[in-house]
């Protein structure tokens, strides 16, 4: 029992600590810089901010202005990612980004450029993460959508006409995919890159059916339309992220049941004859297709 109570023991040693870092940022006791940005202004500390931040040890090494004139001036971005960031600095305590949220993708893309702006990879990874799962959780909604669209009976793929939420990812998507492409530094972070377009696969079947506006605002952009192309590798979509119907085209059973003796056998993508050529989705049980 004693290796628990000393590691309680450290734990609330670290916390107070940091509480104290924290007041420290709160009061400017015993400041001796000034961080402005705008209207804000925070009373620092020269060497927590070097000691722990490669960007502020730069700036305060002596050889720029802002060392002598006591005074930085960060006008790259607003107040609160500023606050936020000198919190963390001071605690250790990672800024939060929600996932629901009106701009899901946007905040932590956000927050990742911020993070590399400071020189904070620990940030960067952190911001990175959050996209993923924000993007992990948009993809299992789209899905989710995607199967309640497909009537077992027709599995025809309709226009989902939930409470709107399908078509504000859609928008959010699109915007954050123009942002990350046509932003020259976060363009080259093969990390986000690969984030979006693993989103994309994964809810393609989606974008195609119906989503005629997200499919030009997403081929306007080139790189991401031309990665999209190498990661399908072949002229084709794919279904590898797709929700297949529950029931089968052909004999109606559950395939998604526990208790079938039936498992799904094959999905097959085809083209209807209506004149508009609707995608249309094919699911054979095991048994029928045999």
């Not at 993508?269 to 054979?284: F, Q, S, T, V, Y």
Request: hydrophobic share 35%; net charge negative; charged share 25%.
């Amino acid at each position: 029992m004693a290796p628990k109570r000393n590691s309680s023991s450290r734990k609330r040693r670290r916390d107070s600590f940091l509480a104290q870092d924290e007041n420290l940022l709160e009061t400017g006791y015993l400041s001796d810089f000034v961080v402005q940005c705008e209207s804000q202004a925070w009373k620092v500390h020269r060497l927590i901010l070097a000691s722990r931040c490669v960007w502020f040890k730069k700036a305060l090494n002596g050889r720029f202005k802002e060392s002598t004139d006591g005074i930085i001036e960060i006008q790259n971005f607003g107040p609160d990612r500023v606050g936020q960031i000198l919190k963390y600095i001071y605690t250790g305590v990672f800024p939060f980004v929600s996932r629901i949220t009106p701009d899901r993708f946007r905040a932590p893309v956000d927050l990742y450029e911020v993070g590399d702006y400071f020189l904070l990879p620990e940030i960067r990874d952190h911001a990175l993460s959050r996209l993923r799962k924000a993007l992990s959780q948009a993809a299992r909604i789209l899905q989710y959508r995607m199967r309640l669209a497909i009537p077992h009976d027709a599995t025809t793929i309709s226009e989902s006409t939930g409470d709107g939420v399908d078509t504000e990812l859609c928008r959010q998507f699109c915007e954050i995919v123009e942002y990350v492409y046509g932003h020259g530094i976060l363009s080259e972070v093969k990390e986000l890159r690969e984030a979006l377009t693993g989103f994309y696969l994964k809810t393609e079947l989606w974008f195609v059916n119906g989503q005629d506006e997200a499919i030009n605002d997403l081929a306007s952009v080139p790189q991401f339309a031309m990665e999209i192309f190498r990661a399908r590798g072949r002229a084709g979509i794919d279904l590898s992220g797709a929700r297949y119907p529950q029931f089968c085209s052909y004999c109606d059973i559950d395939m998604l049941s526990d208790n079938t003796k039936s498992p799904l056998g094959k999905l097959q993508l085809r083209e209807g004859l209506e004149p508009d050529h609707e995608l249309m989705l094919n699911a054979c049980c095991q048994s029928c297709l045999d």
